[in-house]
């Protein structure tokens, strides 16, 4: 098989540590470049400091929202389809003169420009709150009883980047032009206003079926087979689950479950969905997924585009699974689609698609037998530690199985990040995607592999 990788871009620079000299010395720099003014309280909101609210986007409709309920210092703020989770909503901390500070329900921190930027496009992070100037907003009036989130240290709106519609946008600072991407509306949670249930093929009758289907992606034409639930409901946000094959394999080996027949189609998944999840196989070029230029993944992103406009899919429950070249292919996902997927599970692996970013939490289930003499066990143990240390679990060495023994052993990792979870199974045997133990043989895969894929997937809600 032959290696095909890509460049990791460079690590962006990391936010500088804030002694209390530093913020001092900001407050002088501030002070210098503002006028103190105390802003007038906008007339569209009247704000509670004792309720918490969700702030909805006027462009995308979709909510402010604090990504992969993380609670580390600096991380990123996002768009992402509303759902009233903790870590969308937020509650106003009075700053005094018109200006509040929005604390996350879930991690206790506040909205932050980072790193006290006044440039156009500064991100918006999380931080612990210092009560600092970047850290403070005050609500502007707009239209429609939307407002304004501007920063009393730069002066700029907080928006949408780009006027993005897609989950996992960035959401940063600009110039305030009043731009719809700029306007939110403030929900109080205990409203009886429902939260969207889906994506945008949800409320519509389905616009795509089970069948082989086509696309253009990148100028070419890409093919995948696609599954539909037996009883399709288009009020019901279902699990997307993409399939990748192995080197030479096709997208019918995964929709037919190949030798092994239907017990492995979709490796497992759809006998294990039971009718609960949207499946995908998508076609490589050459059988492979070489992903020259990232079109692979380019692939990915136009598959999910159409599937999604016509079917209604949980859009925080996309996965992806591979075997071998399948599995690299899932692991390049994992690395430059890390807010987009929510799991990934990689059969006996490795670095041959490419990692285009790989520096993001995604939960990540690993499995590679010991005796592997085609992508050697080391190679899948590299990629699940990029992922033990993106999660910020604890490093360890886990237990594998010894040779002859017929067995295999799983790990689940500790300390990882909250709803970023790490596996490892390890088992004894070659290149093939899963454990042969006894009584678990079937056709030479095992029920326990397509199981404890399923079960990984299936606690993510």
């Known amino acids: 098989m032959k290696a095909i990788g890509e460049a990791r871009p460079a690590s962006p620079p990391r936010r500088r540590w804030r002694s209390a000299s530093a913020a001092a010395a900001a407050a002088v720099m501030t002070a210098g470049m503002l006028v103190a003014v105390d802003a007038a309280p906008a007339a569209a909101a009247t704000v509670d400091t004792n309720a918490s609210y969700v702030l909805v986007n006027r462009n995308s409709g979709k909510a402010l929202d604090l990504y992969g309920s993380a609670t580390n210092d600096g991380a990123r703020i ?53 009560n600092g100037t970047n850290q403070q907003f005050r609500l502007a009036d707009s239209d429609g009883g939307y407002v304004r989130l501007i920063s009393r240290h730069s002066g700029k709106a907080v928006e949408v980047q780009g006027a993005s519609t897609a989950d996992g946008a960035n959401v940063v600072q600009y110039s305030d032009w009043n731009g719809a991407n700029q306007q939110w509306q403030l929900v109080p949670t205990g409203s009886t206003e429902p939260p969207p249930s889906g994506g945008s093929g949800c409320g519509k009758a389905p616009m795509l079926a089970s069948g082989t289907h086509t696309i253009q992606s990148n100028g070419k034409s890409r093919t995948f087979i696609l599954r539909v639930p037996a009883n399709y409901n288009n009020s019901n946000p279902y699990r997307l689950i993409f399939a990748f094959h192995w080197r030479g394999g096709t997208m019918q080996d995964i929709s037919s479950g190949g030798t092994s027949g239907a017990a492995w189609s979709y490796y497992g998944q759809q006998e294990q969905s039971n009718n609960s999840a949207i499946l995908v196989a998508p076609q490589g070029f050459g059988n492979g997924w070489g992903n020259a230029g990232g079109e692979d993944i380019t692939f990915v992103d136009d598959m999910i585009s159409r599937i999604e406009s016509g079917l209604c899919v949980n859009p925080r429950q996309r996965f992806a699974l591979g075997f071998s070249w399948g599995g690299g292919m899932s692991y390049a996902v994992a690395c430059a689609r890390a807010n987009v997927f929510r799991a990934v599970a990689v059969i006996s ?113």
């Open 349 to 461: 692996g490795a670095q041959i698609s490419g990692c285009s970013g790989g520096t993001q939490p995604i939960a990540y289930f690993g499995l590679h037998g010991i005796s592997d003499n085609v992508l050697n066990i080391s190679q899948g143990r590299a990629l699940r530690d990029t992922f033990v240390r993106n999660n910020g679990c604890t490093a360890q060495n886990p237990p594998e199985p010894a040779a002859g023994s017929r067995t295999h052993i799983t790990t689940t990792y500790s300390g990882c990040r909250s709803g970023y979870p790490v596996q490892w199974a390890a088992y004894d045997n070659g290149h093939m995607p899963g454990p042969v133990d006894g009584t678990y043989a079937e056709s030479g895969i095992t029920t326990w592999t397509k199981g404890e894929i399923w079960r990984f997937f299936s606690q993510f809600s």
């Open 78 to 130: 996002t768009q992402w389809t509303r759902n009233n989770g903790a870590n969308q909503q937020w509650q106003f901390v009075d700053s005094g003169g018109g200006y509040y500070r929005l604390k996350s329900r879930h991690s206790g921190k506040v909205l932050d420009v980072s790193n006290f930027s006044t440039a156009d496009g500064g991100a918006i992070v999380q931080w612990s709150d210092l």
